[in-house]
Structures are given as structure tokens and as C-alpha cells.
């Protein structure tokens, strides 16, 4: 158990091993050193384009990731840090994965509810502008409420897309939620769906309404808390039930290794 904990704390790498322990270097073989480390996993990013209005590429979002460890030592993601750093012509592997139960309904009229803070605006992105191509085919479409988390008003992303989106209907309206603004008290996505649980709720009334959520984990949990007060404990059910509650939801930061710092 110390150990591990020494691990995390430290955020070890095999780098560091061979640093505090030179007598390693040479010993060690290349096989069995590839036997130790651990696979360095896939990482996953939403869709952020629609392939209504770009049928030949794919965007993606991504908030580049910078921490400091207890020592003091800066440290970056490997993934975000290539992608956010990486100049056109750029080659990059990647696969594309379904997510068949992250899909705008069949319906455009239904009324759509879409949640979600930091770069969890990514899908929403997509969905705004497949919907902006249907609207612009002069098809009818429902409202669509986006709520959306950011620290700051500085870090607003994609705000000239958001509003191009509002004033030609494929957004109905978006409220933002600061949780950093100076001069301001904190506010989280869930505190919105909370102080708005009129309109929440009203949206929701509609038993053809889609909810989406997309962001961390523990946002997740505390939004569908905050659904449930806003809508009721049987509307939320019956989203559930009824499968029009999406949720495309990522890790935790562990603060357990390191402070985040500001994101790219």
C-alpha cells in the first residue's frame, strides 16, 4: 500500500524509475521491460462536426491537459498535449467508434435538452450544426435548451458558433453556467437546471423530449440530481426507462496525483 501510494504520489513513469535507480539502466531487458509496462490505452474524443455540413472530416474538442505534482514537478497528458501542439499535415492514427445511444432522435420536432460543461460541448457541437443543415433545408425543428459550464466568461468556447446557432433556430436558447467569473458566485451546470426548473421542466413535459449530458463523471451524477428535483423523480424515470436520457460522460481528475492547472 505504501508503495502504490508513493506511486501515485509521485506520478511515476518508467523514466523516473531509471532516473532514481541508474544501476537499472543496462540490466533491465527490452522484453522484459515490455512485459512491466502497462499498454498505453486509446484515448476517446467526441465527434464535434456534423457530417451534414462536413461529409469529408471529422473536428474533434480537446482541452489540453497541465498539472503540477505535489513536488512541484509540471506535468502534460501525452494525447492532449501531441493533439493541441500538433501543426497541419499533422498524421494521427485514430479509429471511428459508434455510439449508437448518443444519436439526435429520428423526430427533429422532438425537444431536445443538451448538458454539459468544458469540452463536453464537443457532441453538442455536432448536433447544432446537423440541425442548422436541417433548418436550413427549411425543416421544422423543436427547441433545443443547451446549459453549459465553463470557469469563466474568458473561456467561453465556440461563442460565435453558439450564436450564429441561436439567431438561425437551431438553438432555442443556452444559459451558462461560471463556477471561476471574478465578481461572481460559483455556478455549475446543475445550479442552472435548478434556478430555471420552470423551463426545465416544461421542455420535459414533453413525452417526446431527448436529455443529453456530456461532461465528467461527478457532473453527471449531480445534474441528474438536479433533474430530478427540477422535473420530478417520474419524469426522470421515465427518461431513463424510456431511453431518452443520453449520457456520454469521461474520467475523474484524481487530485490524488497532482493539482490541475489551467487547460490549453
Avoid at 77 to 102: C, M, Q, W, Y
Avoid at 202 to 225: F, K, N, P, T
Avoid at 235 to 252: D, N, P, Q, S, Y
Wanted: glycine share 8%.
Amino acid at each position: 500500500a505504501a508503495h502504490s501510494a508513493f506511486v501515485r504520489e509521485q506520478g511515476l513513469r518508467w523514466i523516473d524509475v531509471f532516473e532514481r535507480f541508474p544501476d537499472l539502466k543496462g540490466k533491465l531487458t527490452l522484453p522484459m521491460l515490455l512485459c512491466l509496462m502497462p499498454l498505453n490505452h486509446p484515448r476517446f474524443y467526441s465527434i464535434a462536426s456534423s457530417s451534414l455540413c462536413n461529409p469529408d472530416s471529422v473536428d474533434i474538442c480537446v482541452g489540453r491537459l497541465v498539472y503540477t505534482l505535489p513536488n512541484g514537478e509540471p506535468r502534460k497528458g501525452v494525447a492532449s498535449d501531441f493533439l493541441t501542439l500538433a501543426k497541419p499535415g499533422t498524421e494521427v492514427n485514430f479509429n471511428i467508434h459508434t455510439v449508437r445511444s448518443f444519436h439526435l432522435p429520428m423526430d427533429p420536432k422532438a425537444p431536445l435538452l443538451l448538458l454539459g460543461a468544458g469540452t463536453g460541448i464537443a457532441p453538442f457541437r455536432g448536433f447544432w450544426q446537423h440541425r442548422l443543415a436541417l433548418k436550413r433545408r427549411r425543416m421544422e425543428l423543436g427547441p433545443c435548451m443547451m446549459v453549459w459550464g465553463c470557469r469563466s466568461s474568458s473561456e467561453r468556447l465556440l461563442q460565435k458558433e453558439v450564436e450564429e446557432a441561436v439567431r438561425e433556430g437551431a438553438l432555442s436558447e443556452v444559459l451558462v453556467a461560471l463556477s471561476r467569473e471574478p465578481g461572481q458566485p460559483k455556478e455549475y451546470v446543475q445550479d442552472v437546471v435548478r434556478r430555471e426548473k420552470s423551463k426545465v421542466a416544461a421542455l420535459l413535459a414533453d413525452q417526446s423530449a431527448h436529455v443529453y449530458i456530456c461532461g465528467e463523471s461527478r457532473m453527471a451524477i449531480d445534474v441528474e440530481a438536479a433533474l430530478e428535483a427540477a422535473a420530478g423523480a417520474e419524469t426522470l424515470k421515465a427518461l431513463k426507462g424510456e431511453r431518452r436520457l443520453h449520457e456520454e460522460v469521461f474520467g475523474i481528475d484524481d487530485n490524488s496525483i497532482g493539482k490541475p492547472n489551467s487547460s490549453g
